[in-house]
T-cell receptor
């Protein structure tokens, strides 16, 4: 299978600070990338996506950056809140192939 | 309606039991997926249905049998499971498999937490 991995398995941030979660992918042919948030006991929740013809996309308090040169994806969360505490997965897609990364557990310290 | 629902939420079964997991969506999505997720691990793809036909089977043991009765429903029939099959089983759906912006974005249900004794 393809390798979609995260640099840091855990991340702790102070409430109000910005968070950056990183992801490396290995398939240069992947053309679609998604970030999911999974809270304890729940299914993954779509946060934001980006296509390979873009390098940045912004949502509400979240920004995804894509660097195709080094096959790197990041999720930036502005003004992190306690409700942002969860596991974050990146996923890559090419056609009907869809692969999740290993996940980063984000803990927000009040 | 932007929701994928799954029943039951929890299931405990013995190794000789037969049970089924159910998934439903009313978003008009034509692709549906089953994933298995172990604790602290990412979801692992099991099956993909596209237009009610099995598109991908990721070498899943035959004790797991998927079924797609119509475009809104997806079942996973379980028989003679092993304790190592205990996991969170997630269903997801997407507009399609590919071919246009957002078509392959998958939306997940809350999962069924399965315990095999």
């Amino acid at each position: 299978g393809e390798s979609v991995g995260l640099h840091l398995p855990t991340l702790s941030v102070q409430e109000g600070d910005n968070s950056i979660i990183n992801c490396a992918y290995s398939n240069s042919a992947s053309d679609y990338f998604i970030w999911y948030k999974q809270e304890s006991g729940k299914g993954p929740q779509f946060i934001i996506d980006i296509r390979s013809n873009m390098d940045k996309r912004q949502g509400q308090r979240v920004t995804v950056l894509l660097n195709k040169t080094v096959k790197h994806l990041s999720l930036q969360i502005a003004a992190t809140q306690p409700g942002d505490s969860a596991v974050y997965f990146c996923a890559e897609s090419k056609g009907n192939q869809f692969y999740f990364g290993t996940g980063t557990s984000l803990t927000v310290i009040p | 309606d932007t929701e994928v629902t799954q029943t039951p939420k929890h299931l405990v079964m013995g190794m000789t039991n037969k049970k089924s997991l159910k998934c439903e969506q009313h978003m008009g999505h034509r692709a549906m997926y089953w994933y298995k997720q172990k604790a602290k691990k990412p979801p692992e793809l099991m099956f993909v249905y596209s237009y009610e036909k099995l598109s991908i089977n990721e070498s899943v043991p035959s004790r797991f049998s998927p079924e797609c009765p119509n475009s809104s429903l997806l079942n996973l029939h379980l028989h003679a499971l092993q304790p190592e099959d205990s996991a969170l089983y997630l269903c997801a759906s997407s507009l399609g498999l590919a071919g246009g912006p957002g078509r392959e974005t998958q939306y997940f249900g809350p999962g069924t937490r399965l315990l095999v004794l």
